[in-house]
T-cell receptor, first 115, second 115 residues
Framework: GAVVSQHPSRVICKSGTSVKIECRSLDFQATTMFWYRQFPKKSLMLMATSNEGSKATYEQGVEKDKFLINHASLTLSTLTVTSAHPEDSSFYIC???????????FGPGTRLTVT | DQQVKQNSPSLSVQEGRISILNCDYTNSMFDYFLWYKKYPAEGPTFLISISSIKDKNEDGRFTVFLNKSAKHLSLHIVPSQPGDSAVYFCAASRYSGAGSYQLTFGKGTKLSVIP
């Protein structure tokens, strides 16, 4: 149980375009989903917390107009990187809370490369 | 400010021996601690956790020890197996309001188990 999927697993886009990443909880309902970003040799950095049906809460320094998060249902959250630039290239990982308040289950991640 | 620190970026251990991964934290508001295992280009996988009211939790070959006074926890893997080779992240959880708990991650320790 507690499986989280992400799509796509890898995406390459041109600078200036927008990219949408989907995060789905496959076998449970997730009232809360989280979006992280990981730079090479760095820890996972929380970008935002997404609660179903309400606006996402962004961490300090994360541009909410650039990283649009939608959590329209209990099993789906999306992250849209708008007007992507090469510095947005990174590994984006989502997680979902399943029952236990402390534990999060992670998706496999999405490697974004902006050329 | 790194609230969760894993000071050893890498660790090599012989197969069959014990692996000890260390983690220190600074925020006394953390009340739950987790260890995640991560392979390259994949999302983290939950391994084991411990509540701040306990000092030890064991699950098979994995044991986590917590020393609250020292703000230190460690993960012991015994016996170590080649399949344990991965990056291990220490994470600490705290209540962040509105029913949500946030995770703060360390930078990870890359464990290599040598056959």
């Amino acid at each position: 149980g507690a499986v989280v999927s992400q799509h796509p697993s890898r995406v390459i886009c041109k600078s200036g375009t927008s990219v949408k990443i989907e995060c789905r909880s496959l076998d449970f309902q997730a009232t809360t989903m989280f979006w992280y970003r990981q730079f090479p040799k760095k820890s996972l950095m929380l970008m935002a917390t997404s609660n179903e049906g309400s606006k996402a809460t962004y961490e300090q320094g994360v541009e909410k107009d650039k990283f649009l998060i939608n959590h329209a249902s209990l099993t789906l959250s999306t992250l849209t990187v708008t007007s992507a630039h090469p510095e947005d290239s990174s590994f984006y990982i989502c997680s979902a809370r399943a029952g236990e308040p402390y534990e999060q289950y992670f998706g496999p991640g999405t490697r974004l490369t902006v050329t | 400010d790194q609230q969760v620190k894993q000071n050893s970026p890498s660790l090599s251990v012989q197969e069959g021996r014990i692996s000890i991964l260390n983690c220190d934290y600074t925020n006394s508001m953390f009340d739950y601690f987790l260890w995640y295992k991560k392979y390259p280009a994949e999302g983290p996988t939950f391994l084991i956790s411990i509540s701040s009211i306990k000092d030890k939790n064991e699950d098979g070959r994995f044991t986590v020890f917590l020393n609250k006074s020292a703000k230190h926890l460690s993960l012991h893997i015994v016996p170590s197996q080649p399949g344990d080779s991965a990056v291990y992240f220490c994470a600490a959880s705290r209540y962040s309001g509105a029913g949500s708990y946030q995770l703060t991650f360390g930078k990870g320790t890359k464990l290599s188990v040598i056959p």
